[in-house]
C-alpha cells in the first residue's frame, strides 16, 4: 500500500544569530488511515516538523529533505499550490485552540470556513456541512453551537470545534500538534475519541504530535520517539509499551506516574550545537566509549522496529 | 452522555449591566463635568463677571447694562444660577449674542450643519481610507512603499491642519485655479457644493487617514503573528485573502477607538480648515468670536462640540462592541 | 537586521534636527542676521538682504523665523513636563493604591479624557489674555490623561514584583516605594509618552496661535503663519512668509515625535500623535 506520507531525510534549520539544528535527518512514513504518534520532551524539534510538512514555517527557516504526500514532493511545489492543498488534502489542529479560532468570529463561520476557501460549496451549502459535521460529532444540535464565540466555550470545546474546522474536507493527512494539551481529563478523553473516530474509517491518516504517552498509547498504531531533533526508536504500539528499546525511551516510561515518576537527569543538547556521536549519550546509564564517538544510525531491529542506538543492536 | 453547560447565551447577566451601568455613568458624569465648566468658565475668569457673560463687543447703554446685570441675577446663590442655566439649557436656550444681535442656539444651529457635513464626511473617508491603506501597509511592512507611504503619515499627521490647508489652498486654487477659493457653494447646487468641498474635505481627510493608517499598520503588523492568522493560512488562504477575512476586523478595534478619541480633535481641525477655506461654519463663528471676545458664543460653541465628541464616543463604544464579542463577554 | 538600522537612523536623524531647533532657540541672536525689533521695508520678496524677505511691518522674516523656535519648544517641553507631572502623580497613585482610590482617579480621568481640548483651550485663551506662561499651564492641564493611564497599569505591573513586594512587606513609607522603586522602573513607558505630549504641546500651541490667541509680545511659528494669512501675505502668494515657518513647524514635531516612536519601539504598542 502506498504511503500517505513520506518523509526522507527531512532537516531544518533555522538561521537567526546563530544557526538552530531544530530537525536533523528525519524520516519516516505514514499509511493511509494510520495513526503514528511523535512522542517526545518540549524542543525536540516535532513541532517543527509538523509545520515543515503544512508548509508553516517561518521564513528565516531552511528546510532540505523531501516530503512526499500523495505523490508530490511538497518541498517542490509553490507557496499558491501549498495553500491549494491546506485545510483540503492536509489539515493541521494546533494546540491552544482558544487562541487558534479567530476571538471575533463565529464558530459556525469558522468550521464552515475551508468549504468556502476551496469552493467546494456556497455558502448555505458549507454551513449545512458544518451542522451535519457537529451532529456527526454528537454537537447536537448544532444550532446550540454554531452561533457562538470562541470566548463563549470551554478550551476542550473549542478544540472539537477545531477539529471540526480541520477536518470538514475530510483530508487525507491530518496532523494533531498537542491537541490535548491543558484539558482537564474529561475532555481529554472527548479529543481522544474524536480522533479515534476520526481515523475509524480508514480514510484519515493522523499523524499525532504529543508529549502525553498516555493518550499516545490509547489510540495510536505506531510511536515514533524524538530526541534533540532525530527519531530515536519507531516501533509499533505494543511491542513499543511492553518493552522499549531505547535506553530514552525506557526513561520516558519510567517517568511516568504509574512507574515511579523517575525523572530522566540532565536536560537535552543544545540545538546550536549537537554533541559528537550519540545525542542522549550524557544522560544515559548504558553509555559506553563507543556512544560518544561515533553518531549511531537509524536501523532495523529484529522484531521489525527501527533503533538509534550502538547499545541496541 | 455528552457533560456540557449550556451553551446558549442569556440575557444580560449581573456582571454585563454593571458594566454597562459604569459605563453609562461616566458619560453622564461628562456630560455634567462639560455643563460645570461651562456654567463656572465666565464666573471664575478675571474681570466683570456680566461683561464675561456678555461679550466684551457687546455694545450696550449703561441703562441696557445696569438691565442684563439685575436680569442675569449674579447676587444670587450660585445654586439656584446653576438651576436656572441648566432649566435655560434644556429648554434649547444657549444664551444671547450681543455682537451678532442673536439667540446663540439658532446662530449655532445655522451654521452647524456645514460644518458636521464637512467634518463627518471627511472623519468617515479618513477612517475607511485610514484602515485599508495602513493594512496593506501592515501587511508588508519591510517594502519600500510601505515605508514612504508611513513616512508620509507621519509627516501629515505632525503638520498642523491649517498648513496643510494653505498649501492646498495657494496649489490647487490659486496656482492651478481648479477649485474655487472660498464659501461653501455660489449655487445651492450638489455640484457646486461638492466643487467646493473637495479641497477642505480632502484636507481633513488626509489629516485624518495619516492618524488612522499609522495606528492601523501597527495593529496589523502585531496580528499578523496571532495564532489565528497562522491557523487561518493552515487552512489554505492565501496572501492577502488572510488579511482581509481575518486580520481586518480584529485590527480595526484599536483604530475605531482612536476614532472616537479623536473626534474631538479632527473636529476642531475642521474649524481651522473652514476659516483657511473661508467657509461659512463654525470655525469662522468662532474665529469671529473670538476677536470680538463674544463669550456666550464661544461657550455656546463649547458646549455643542463637547456634546458631538461625547456622542461620537458613545457610538464608537457601542460600535466596538458589536464588533468584539469578547468586550460583550467581559473577557478582555 | 534592516528594521533595526532604518530605525537607528531615522532616530539619528531625528536628533540632529530637534538639536538644530534647539539651537535656533538657545542662541538665536547668534544666528539670525537681524534683531527681533530692527525694521526695513515691508512686503520685500526675498533679496539679498533679507533672505527671506520682510513681513508687513518690515520685520525680516529669517531672523522671525529663527526667533520663534523659543516659543514653540519652550511651550512644548515646558507643558509636556507639567502633563508628565500630572500623569506620573494621578497613575501612581491609582495603581500604587488601587480600590476606591482607583476607581475614583481613573473615572476623573475618563471623563477628562472625553472632554474637547481644542474647544475649552479656545475658550480659556479667549478669557484670559494669555501670554506664555498661561499657555503652558492650560496645555500642560489637559493633556495628562494618557500618560496617567500608561503609569498606572505599568505600576499595577510593577508593585507586583519581588522587591517590591518585599519593600512593602518591610512597611517603607509608600511614597519612598514609589520613588525608588516602581519611578525608575516605569521610565522607559513614560518618556516616549512625555515627547508624545511634546509634540501635541506644539502643534496645539502652532494652532492657537494661528488663531491669535498666543502670546502677542512673542512671534512665535503659529503667530507667524497667523499673520501672512491675516496680513494679506498668503492672497498675495507670498510663499516665502508662510511656507518656511509651517515647515518649522512640521519639522520640529516630526524630529521630536519620531525620537518618541523610537522609544517606544521597544515596546511593541501602537502608538500616535495625540
Not at chain 1, 67 to 93: H, P, T
Not at chain 1, 99 to 124: D, F, K, M, W
Not at chain 1, 218 to 233: L, N
Request: glycine residues 10%; hydrophobic residues 50%.
Amino acid at each position: 500500500m502506498n504511503p500517505v506520507l513520506e518523509i526522507d531525510a527531512l532537516s531544518v534549520t533555522f538561521c537567526g544569530k546563530q544557526a538552530v539544528h531544530a530537525v536533523d535527518r528525519v524520516s519516516f512514513s505514514l499509511g493511509g488511515g494510520e495513526v503514528l504518534a511523535l512522542v517526545g520532551e518540549t524542543g525536540c524539534g516535532k513541532s517543527v516538523i509538523a509545520h515543515a510538512v503544512m508548509g508553516l514555517l517561518p521564513g528565516e527557516a531552511q528546510v532540505s529533505g523531501r516530503i512526499v504526500f500523495k505523490g508530490r514532493d511538497l518541498l517542490a511545489l509553490s507557496e499558491r499550490e501549498r495553500s491549494a492543498m491546506r485545510g483540503k488534502d492536509c489539515a493541521i489542529v494546533f494546540q491552544d485552540p482558544s487562541r487558534a479560532l479567530n476571538p471575533v468570529h463565529r464558530i459556525g463561520r469558522q468550521i464552515a470556513e475551508p468549504v468556502l476557501i476551496h469552493g467546494a460549496g456556497s455558502r448555505e451549502e458549507a454551513h449545512r456541512r458544518a451542522a451535519a459535521l457537529l451532529e456527526r460529532m454528537g454537537l447536537s444540535p448544532p444550532g446550540n453551537y454554531l452561533p457562538l464565540y470562541p470566548c463563549q466555550s470551554s478550551g476542550g470545546m473549542n478544540q472539537r470545534f477545531l477539529i471540526a474546522a480541520s477536518t470538514i474536507l475530510d483530508p487525507s493527512l491530518v496532523i494533531a500538534d498537542e491537541p490535548t494539551k491543558g484539558l482537564d481529563p474529561g475532555r481529554v478523553h472527548e479529543v481522544e475519541d474524536e480522533l479515534v473516530r476520526l481515523t475509524g474509517g480508514g480514510r484519515t491518516a493522523l499523524l499525532l504530535i504529543t508529549h502525553d504517552l498516555a493518550v499516545a498509547r490509547r489510540i495510536a498504531d505506531r510511536i515514533a520517539v524524538m530526541y534533540a531533533g532525530e527519531i530515536v526508536e519507531l516501533a509499533e504500539n505494543d511491542a513499543f509499551f511492553d518493552r522499549p528499546s531505547h535506553p530514552y525511551s525506557r526513561g520516558l516510561l519510567q517517568s511516568l506516574p504509574e512507574h515511579g515518576f523517575v525523572p530522566i537527569p540532565g536536560s537535552s543538547p543544545s540545538p546550536v550545537s549537537p554533541p559528537p556521536g550519540c545525542r542522549f549519550q550524557a544522560r544515559c546509564r548504558d553509555g559506553k566509549a563507543v556512544c560518544g564517538g561515533q553518531h549511531p544510525d537509524l536501523v532495523s531491529a529484529a522484531d521489525g522496529r527501527m533503533v538509534r542506538c550502538w547499545q541496541c543492536r | 452522555m455528552l457533560s456540557c453547560r449550556s451553551w446558549i447565551p442569556g440575557p444580560p447577566g449581573g456582571e454585563e449591566i454593571h458594566r454597562a451601568g459604569r459605563k453609562v455613568l461616566r458619560y453622564v458624569l461628562s456630560v455634567c463635568a462639560i455643563i460645570a465648566i461651562n456654567f463656572a468658565l465666565p464666573r471664575l475668569m478675571p474681570g466683570d463677571p456680566v461683561m464675561n457673560l456678555i461679550g466684551e463687543d457687546a455694545m450696550v447703554t449703561p441703562a441696557q447694562l445696569a438691565e442684563i446685570r439685575a436680569k442675569i441675577g449674579l447676587d444670587r446663590p450660585v445654586t439656584v444660577q446653576f438651576v436656572s442655566c441648566l432649566g435655560d439649557l434644556l429648554c434649547g436656550d444657549l444664551g444671547y449674542s450681543f455682537h451678532l444681535h442673536g439667540p446663540v442656539a439658532g446662530i449655532l444651529w445655522s451654521r452647524m450643519s456645514w460644518t458636521l457635513l464637512f467634518a463627518g464626511t471627511a472623519i468617515v473617508l479618513g477612517a475607511l481610507i485610514g484602515i485599508i491603506a495602513g493594512a496593506l501597509s501592515g501587511w508588508k511592512p519591510e517594502t519600500r512603499r510601505s515605508r514612504a507611504v508611513t513616512c508620509a503619515a507621519m509627516a501629515v499627521s505632525c503638520t498642523p491642519p491649517y498648513f496643510l490647508a494653505m498649501l492646498f489652498l495657494a496649489f490647487f486654487a490659486f496656482r492651478l485655479g481648479l477649485f474655487p477659493a472660498k464659501g461653501y457653494y455660489d449655487v445651492l447646487t450638489a455640484g457646486s457644493v461638492v466643487h467646493h468641498l473637495l479641497l477642505p474635505v480632502a484636507v481633513l481627510t488626509l489629516f485624518a487617514a495619516s492618524r488612522n493608517l499609522l495606528v492601523m499598520r501597527g495593529s496589523v503588523v502585531q496580528e499578523k503573528n496571532s495564532h489565528y492568522a497562522l491557523y487561518a493560512r493552515a487552512k489554505g488562504l492565501f496572501g492577502r485573502q488572510i488579511l482581509f477575512r481575518h486580520l481586518l476586523r480584529n485590527a480595526s478595534l484599536p483604530v475605531i477607538t482612536l476614532v472616537a478619541l479623536d473626534f474631538g480633535f479632527i473636529f476642531s481641525g475642521a474649524l481651522f480648515i473652514e476659516i483657511v477655506f473661508s467657509l461659512n461654519g463654525m470655525g469662522t463663528l468662532i474665529y469671529d468670536a473670538i476677536l470680538a471676545r463674544d463669550y456666550p458664543l464661544l461657550q455656546g460653541a463649547f458646549l455643542v462640540i463637547a456634546l458631538l465628541v461625547v456622542t461620537a464616543n458613545i457610538i464608537a463604544d457601542l460600535l466596538y462592541g458589536a464588533l468584539d464579542p469578547r468586550v460583550r463577554e467581559g473577557g478582555v | 537586521m534592516r528594521a533595526m538600522d532604518a530605525l537607528k537612523s531615522t532616530n539619528r536623524g531625528a536628533m540632529a534636527l530637534l538639536a538644530v531647533f534647539l539651537c535656533m532657540a538657545a542662541f538665536p541672536s547668534l544666528i539670525a542676521p537681524y534683531g527681533p525689533s530692527e525694521r526695513s521695508m515691508p512686503y520685500q520678496a526675498p533679496g539679498p538682504e533679507h533672505i527671506l524677505g520682510t513681513t508687513n511691518m518690515g520685520n525680516d522674516i529669517l531672523s522671525e523665523l529663527i526667533y520663534g523656535a523659543r516659543i514653540s519648544l519652550l511651550v512644548g517641553f515646558a507643558s509636556a513636563l507639567m502633563a508628565t507631572g500630572i500623569g506620573l502623580a494621578v497613575g501612581l497613585t491609582a495603581g500604587y493604591f488601587r480600590g476606591a482610590l482607583d476607581e475614583v482617579l481613573m473615572a476623573f480621568t475618563d471623563v477628562v479624557l472625553i472632554i474637547p481640548k481644542i474647544p475649552l483651550i479656545i475658550i480659556l485663551a479667549a478669557f484670559l489674555r494669555p501670554g506664555v506662561g498661561i499657555l503652558i499651564l492650560v496645555l500642560g492641564a489637559l493633556s495628562w490623561e494618557s500618560i496617567a493611564r500608561v503609569v498606572r497599569s505599568k505600576t499595577l505591573q510593577v508593585r507586583e514584583t519581588g522587591f517590591v513586594m518585599s519593600a512593602r512587606c518591610m512597611g517603607f513609607p509608600p511614597l519612598r516605594i514609589m520613588a525608588s522603586d516602581i519611578v525608575p522602573n516605569i521610565v522607559h513607558v513614560v518618556l516616549p509618552k512625555f515627547m508624545l505630549a511634546t509634540a501635541a504641546a506644539m502643534i496645539s500651541e502652532a494652532s492657537l496661535s494661528f488663531l491669535g490667541l498666543g502670546d502677542p509680545s512673542m512671534e512665535s511659528w503659529g503667530a507667524m503663519v497667523s499673520s501672512a494669512f491675516t496680513k494679506g501675505g498668503f492672497i498675495r502668494e507670498m510663499w516665502w512668509w508662510y511656507l518656511p515657518p509651517g515647515i518649522c513647524i512640521t519639522l520640529c514635531v516630526l524630529s521630536v515625535a519620531a525620537i518618541g516612536f523610537a522609544f517606544e519601539a521597544g515596546e511593541g504598542t501602537t502608538v500616535r500623535v495625540e
